[in-house]
């Protein structure tokens, strides 16, 4: 029995250093959280000193890449303990590729920066420079979800995903709607595009709100600023709603959207700061909780040690006994191998269905590597490049007015017709 | 750069020792599965001589005891090296609880061999232990196919498992069938058991053949023996369509019978040992790979650390352009950079179609996983014991004529009507 109850103790150890681990991720999430923040705010801000020509914003871009850079470093660290930290679990190889991405596109920051400072780039291709760094670091949060093996844990790292996820899609659609106001006029393509943007935010939000806590769903309900956000229906109504040729939008309507979409950003802000926090919180209790469990094993451990040193070997074992329940009293030896019995088996059941659970929140993920592979495919098939293929989805959605996860599922469904992808 | 490039490092060498795990995997899996086979012997020489009145097969027995004895040193020292290892992937701490559930089985061997020695039990209830016990050792095996993080191995491990789990079947089968024809009758729900025994271990076979290489199942195939295969077809339809009451069967046919399937359950036994083998060599295999690939890494970083010494930070960075071919010739520096960032796309590419893969082949796990969880959800809601749970599901696919798995789904499909289970 001794055996037995050792690798319920290794089991539980398991446990505790995934734990460890996901405390890791915790911090990692939270840090890159803040580093989207800000660089999405360096973007808004490089936007305006773009459009005009340097004259607006100079200081406040300053002093927002002064804070890029300090919360930069923080992620840097954090990645450098990723590294020199023991193995991870599972997807160690997909989060470490994730960060070979993003390293080089924060080394290539400085050089971004430059550029703007020279008004050597079009706000355009400001934005879809930072949205490409930003899309990076949210891959590397995606597959630190992905990665989770406690369920709980899971699932809060899925809402946290969703959450930062959603927050970005409203920070493009503040800056694609404050273009479209400020040009004073959109089309259908434009207005289709934005519909999508607000589509896919409140997608992201909704399954945020499915999969974390009831106290944080209730915080993100009741922090959204009512003013701002009826504002922001109201021009997204005007916007999405224009006869193209007809009613041109009013330019001046530029800077209460702006506002709006801001406030709203900024309220996004403190609930993902309270979902990192609440992460990292119930890891902690976990690893607290998981480790007095392994000291009660230890415990009853020490007992059947003092204990096996006078029994017999060949004792009656009650392993192939199944009737559990004897009416008569058995021996203390046979209770105790009984309860370690008992305890293997909750402790199998107990895992199996939290595996169970894993795998309803890692479904909720699956909606977007489906994506992923339908690009995958494009690009293998018609040798596009990333953006191309997602382009091509995106168009392909908007023209037949369906969702991007319906366009990549019947893009998968093609998949034997198309003759590059290699065949199991 | 060069912190990229170091991730990128970091990435295969999780790879590298996640197949070097996979390949101590692959070890214990072998030796299960020949503990497995001893057991399986075991049985049907202990059903004989308690069936004799140990009147026969008493020497056999002995020195098949030996045997097993023999195997089960070598299993408990993998076991021994797996808890002293370093941590392992994802489903680690199922991995030691399956373990963990199979030690005090192990423990109790002594005692039930001397209480067959004793002829103290029934030949059912002998049988029964020794499926018990070989259940528990081929959840091991399931965890590790289910823990595998390679897609090839995976696929491999699913394979074997699906292979040893049909063996076991068809185990069960010869001495469901032994019974059978020695007691000369057969009543309609042993003919529906029976069925239901041939059924499982096609499904089995056919999982196998699936998911193995193109060489083993040839094989497996031609390995088949073919006289042996014929009789056991006769005499299977012989037993399963006799008519009760008018048609007894024919006791002399038992021998027969227990030949048969004997020839066909050894020659099972070679093409286990051939996939254990090719199991270990593809681990082997993938793991030189890999290393030679991350050598090329580690070259590529000395180059461009002895390059870096003199590059400027701000040199203009080609992370944000999204031309990816330049048709002017680029700067050696340039050009490096461009080669990590395509290396780092395509291994992210490669661990995304990977994963995909990997999806595949664990769906063929599901089906299990899910008569697992209804069996769960019959324990916590008619607190049955886990053998009552497991024979209510196999009896009502029995009565209504269902396979196991279809049972089991409507029994999930009902959960949230069944108040024991905590909803999300």
């Not at 209730?218 to 009512?226: D, H, M, N, T």
């Not at 909606?367 to 690009?375: H, I, T, Y």
Request: glycine share 6%; charged share 25%; proline share 3%.
């Amino acid at each position: 029995m001794n055996s037995g109850l050792t690798f319920l103790i290794a089991a539980r150890r398991c446990e505790i250093e995934e734990l460890d681990q996901l405390e890791h991720t915790g911090e990692l999430v939270g840090v890159i959280g803040r580093l989207v923040h800000a660089l999405q705010r360096e973007r808004g801000i490089s936007n305006v000193f773009l459009a005009s020509g340097g004259q607006r914003f100079a200081q406040q871009r300053d002093r927002q890449m002064a804070e890029c850079l300090a919360v930069e470093r923080e992620v840097r660290a954090t990645f450098d303990r990723l590294e020199t930290g023991v193995r991870r679990a599972g997807n160690g190889a997909r989060l470490f590729s994730r960060v070979a991405w993003v390293l080089p596109g924060l080394a290539a920051l400085p050089d971004l920066r430059r550029r703007i400072g020279a008004l050597a780039l079009q706000p355009e291709q400001a934005t879809a420079a930072f949205v490409k760094l930003i899309a990076g670091l949210l891959a590397v949060v995606f597959e630190a979800a992905d990665g989770a093996t406690d369920p709980e844990i899971s699932r809060l790292l899925v809402a946290m995903f969703n959450f930062m996820q959603g927050k970005e899609l409203a920070g493009q659609e503040r800056a694609f709607g404050s273009a479209a106001f400020a040009s004073g006029g959109i089309d259908a393509e434009r207005q289709q595009h934005w519909l999508h943007l607000i589509e896919s935010q409140e997608r992201c939000f909704q399954v945020f709100s499915d999969f974390s806590d009831a106290p944080l769903v209730a915080l993100w309900r009741g922090c959204q600023p009512k003013a701002a956000v009826a504002e922001r229906e109201r021009l997204r109504r005007t916007a999405t709603t224009a006869a193209p040729t007809h009613s041109p939008l009013d330019i001046e309507a530029s800077q209460s959207w702006f506002d709006a979409c801001s406030q709203c950003i900024d309220a996004m802000k403190d609930v993902e700061e309270r979902l990192a926090l609440h992460l990292r919180q119930r890891c902690t209790d976990k690893i607290a909780q998981s480790r007095s469990e392994l000291e009660g094993y230890r415990t009853l451990l020490d007992t059947l040690q003092a204990q096996s040193a006078r029994a017999d070997e060949l004792e009656p074992s009650i392993f192939f006994d199944d009737t559990s329940v004897d009416e008569v009293p058995v021996p203390y030896g046979r209770q105790l191998e009984r309860s370690i019995l008992d305890m293997v088996q909750e402790q199998s059941r107990r895992l199996q269905s939290m595996s169970d659970e894993l795998a309803t929140a890692r479904a909720a993920l699956n909606e977007r590597k489906l994506v992923e592979r339908a690009k995958g495919l494009l690009m293998a098939h018609r040798h596009l490049s990333e953006e191309e293929a997602h382009k091509m989805l995106r168009q392909t959605a908007m023209n037949q007015n369906r969702r991007l996860i319906e366009v990549a599922e019947s893009v998968l469904a093609l998949a034997e017709y198309l003759p590059e992808r290699p065949k199991r």
